[in-house]
């Protein structure tokens, strides 16, 4: 079909007349992407011979006659002149405008590259240009003040950067004084030094320096309140002290405290007296500090993110954010508060009506109320921290108050609550919020491992352990979640109960110590439940002389916690007979014993590994595990009457009794009116009920929220809760409480 051979460089209308009469084979050694013999055999309806590839397919089309496929040695069959006609015929009607400039411009204005980047909009400049500093300004009644410190801000500075300068109006009755007051430096505005007025309908307080987030247009946050007058050098004082410490809060008030523990007594008193509150003046030395007055203060833009990215727990702390900031920062952040230096008003002054009691919000009662509220906030919460032997309030004083903190739990309404692994999230717990809990057991979840189960930290390195428990009982108490802390048989000793009761015991959310999850001894294997009660006392000597060794360790450093004692046989119902003289002679030396039976009745029905699909709730279950044996009717009235007898066994022996466990296989029919039905039971009697388990990561038969289908496991995705009629059930039985009380 012609001669093969090399040519050197072509003229023009050389290379056309011989392109025109060539058939162009191209062998690719990569993919081809951009090829411009490609496009000039397209454009001139010449023949080429391409490989298959899919650079080759868009410039073509699938259905080109002349493809090959790389791996072949064998031309004849694609090289026939029926086939190089039919390519010049497709040539010849292929669309050629996609290959035009029009066309490549036109993709290019489309584009999401091209679409992804803003254009300069007129009207739009004043939310793009950047600035060095933003300065807001809140004004209420002080706007006698306004004009000066817009005056000193906008034209008197001797910062040479870009400043943003933000008034926001508190004060709707002054709207129109406000404006009148801007608007000549409105009329000023320039791209170094720019105005904005905001005026709110509502009084939001200091707050709003919180909004200042996504209108700020600078890293810098510079707080300067309306009873403030900045000197020359305020804004480039505050700069250059960023300069050196550009992750810190800066400030020139402050408080501190010293080392003590909250009163529960008498919690006003600290604010009240100051007996370990220190107020520092402007003129102080610099220093690190626990809580800033935002008056006047620089926030670095990341910090102000962080300030924001926490739920305020309580509205009214919106009267105290710089409380709030302070404590956000320094506790979660981890950031440095820096108090600055400032004598003689050298870069400012206050006011004369500054501290004047109803003006000065910090005077006014309600403002007072919710520093009280923040401060028991963020102790509760231990912050600040100091080291223990720093701590000098006695223990002996507050103690009557922390025992009462710790026993609201147990002296209101039966609570409910679920047994949480340690790891718990701020995610779960709103969840745990929805389903009612007030209270969550910690330590029996995720012992179904026999290397990684909850609390073996404690085994390897108990301080890291410790720190990661500390933390999440700090988390729980935000959200007024009391917790009992229990051991598993691989973790506990004397040693580490009071390692935790030494931790604990000032936490007023710390509501018990459950001493040893589901105890057994040996004369309770292989013993069927009807036969528990015929167990001799002398073979549980060994059992209640180890919870006495427990409990005397935790009272040697935790006289007010609640301490737990489960009885014998895995801590079923039917054991608790064989704790009566024990229990009754604790109670004369501890009357702060409560009992705690799990309740997991009839467990052929319950478990997974002995129900085996074979029964219902509610329906017969075997009493025996034999061919032949008697049935048990088990429905809502049986469960009901069990738990009858575990009020009459506390009503006889004047102790708290709770369900620290009760649960049942996901999968088994009826699961869902099982669990209503033993939370009902439980409630009716006035006895706290915990379910077994809340996102249990290690038993999935637990993990109600995969539902009822035994093909789910731990990796699936969980059922949305109104799609699951186990957690549909669960949300039911929050509303237990509710309905009783109604």
């Given at each position: ?255 501190w405290f010293l080392p003590h523990q909250l009163n529960h007594a008498d919690a006003r008193m600290e604010w009240a007296n100051y007996h370990h509150v220190r107020f520092v003046d402007d003129d102080q030395p610099e220093q690190l500090v626990h809580f ?103 223990t002996t004083e507050s103690a009557p108050a922390l025992k009462s903190a710790k026993m609201k739990w147990w002296n209101g309404g039966a609570f409910l609550g679920y047994n949480v692994a340690s790891e718990v999230t701020r995610e779960d717990i709103s ?163 409560i009992v705690s039976v799990h309740f997991y009745e009839p467990q052929r029905l319950v478990s997974r590994k002995l129900n085996k699909g074979r029964f219902q709730f509610p329906g017969t279950v075997p009493l025996y595990d034999r061919k032949y044996s ?113």
């Amino acid at each position: 079909m012609g001669s093969e051979g090399s040519q050197g460089c072509l003229a023009a209308d050389a290379y056309e007349e011989m392109l025109s009469r060539s058939i162009v084979m191209i062998a690719l050694k990569y993919v081809g992407a951009a090829n411009t013999i490609m496009l000039e055999c397209i454009a001139r309806n010449v023949p080429v011979v391409a490989p298959r590839i899919s650079s080759c397919i868009d410039y073509l089309g699938a259905n080109y006659q002349l493809f090959y496929d790389q791996n072949t040695t064998d031309m004849t069959k694609i090289l026939t002149i029926d086939k190089v006609q039919q390519a010049v015929d497709y040539l010849s009607q292929m669309d050629k405008n996609i290959f035009s400039i029009d066309r490549f411009c036109q993709t290019i204005l489309s584009s999401s590259v091209l679409l992804s980047i803003a254009p300069v909009i007129d009207g739009l400049q004043h939310l793009t240009t950047k600035f060095d500093v933003t300065v807001c300004i809140c004004s209420y009644k002080r706007t006698g003040n306004l004009s000066e410190i817009l005056q000193n801000i906008i034209c008197k500075q001797i910062f040479s950067g870009m400043v943003q300068v933000i008034v926001w109006n508190n004060n709707s009755a002054r709207e129109k004084v406000v404006r009148q007051i801007c608007e000549p430096y409105l009329k000023q505005n320039s791209s170094s030094r720019y105005l904005e007025v905001i005026s709110s309908t509502d009084n939001h307080y200091c707050i709003i320096r919180a909004c200042m987030l996504h209108l700020m247009r600078s890293d810098l946050l510079l707080i300067c309140d309306d009873d403030l007058i900045p000197r020359q050098s305020f804004v480039q004082f505050f700069v250059n002290a960023h300069h050196q410490h550009k992750q810190d809060a800066l400030a020139v008030r402050r408080h501190w405290f010293l080392p003590h523990q909250l009163n529960h007594a008498d919690a006003r008193m600290e604010w009240a007296n100051y007996h370990h509150v220190r107020f520092v003046d402007d003129d102080q030395p610099e220093q690190l500090v626990h809580f800033l007055h935002a008056d006047t203060c620089l926030i670095p833009r990341d910090a102000l993110q962080d300030f924001v990215s926490i739920t305020l727990p309580d509205n009214g702390f919106v009267l105290v954010d710089d409380y709030w900031m302070s404590f956000v920062l320094s506790h979660y952040f981890k950031r440095n508060l820096r108090k600055l230096q400032c004598c003689n008003d050298e870069h400012f002054k206050r006011t004369a009506d500054s501290d004047e009691p109803g003006l000065a919000l910090y005077t006014r009662p309600e403002v007072e109320d919710a520093r009280i509220r923040m401060y028991i906030h963020h102790m509760l919460n231990g912050w600040p921290a100091w080291p223990h032997e720093q701590i000098t309030t006695s223990t002996t004083e507050s103690a009557p108050a922390l025992k009462s903190a710790k026993m609201k739990w147990w002296n209101g309404g039966a609570f409910l609550g679920y047994n949480v692994a340690s790891e718990v999230t701020r995610e779960d717990i709103s969840d745990l919020l929805k389903l009612g809990a007030k209270v969550v057991r910690i330590g029996a979840v995720g012992c179904q491992e026999d290397y990684d189960f909850e609390f073996s930290g404690f085994l390897e390195n108990p301080t890291a352990q410790l720190e990661e428990l500390h933390d999440t009982i700090l988390m729980l108490a935000e959200f007024d979640i009391g917790v009992i802390l229990a051991l598993h048989r691989h973790v506990v000793s004397v040693e580490l109960w009071q390692l935790i009761a030494t931790e604990f015991c000032r936490h007023a959310n710390v509501i018990g110590y459950d001493l040893v999850n589901e105890p057994y001894i040996a004369s309770d294997i292989d013993c069927h439940y009807k036969d528990v009660i015929n167990i001799p006392e002398t073979a549980l000597i060994e059992y209640f002389e180890t919870v006495t060794l427990y409990w005397q360790q935790i009272r040697s450093v935790d006289k007010v916690t609640p301490i737990i004692i489960e009885p014998s046989f895995w801590a079923k119902p039917y054991s608790l007979p064989l704790l009566s003289d024990f229990v009754d002679r604790m109670r004369i030396r501890d009357p702060d014993i409560i009992v705690s039976v799990h309740f997991y009745e009839p467990q052929r029905l319950v478990s997974r590994k002995l129900n085996k699909g074979r029964f219902q709730f509610p329906g017969t279950v075997p009493l025996y595990d034999r061919k032949y044996s008697e049935q048990e009717e088990w429905n809502e009235e049986r469960i009901y009457h069990e738990v009858e007898k575990i009020h009459q066994w506390q009503t006889e022996h004047s102790v708290t009794v709770f369900i620290g466990e009760f649960g049942v296989a996901r999968e088994t029919p009826g699961a869902a009116e099982y669990l209503k039905a033993v939370a009902g039971a439980s409630l009716s009697h006035n006895i706290s009920c915990i379910v077994y388990s809340f996102r249990e990561t290690t038993w999935d038969a637990m993990n109600y929220e995969l539902g009822p289908h035994l093909g789910a496991t731990i990796v699936n995705t969980r059922l949305t809760w109104n799609d699951n009629p186990l957690m549909k059930s669960l949300l039911d039985i929050s509303h237990i409480n509710d309905i009783d009380n109604n």
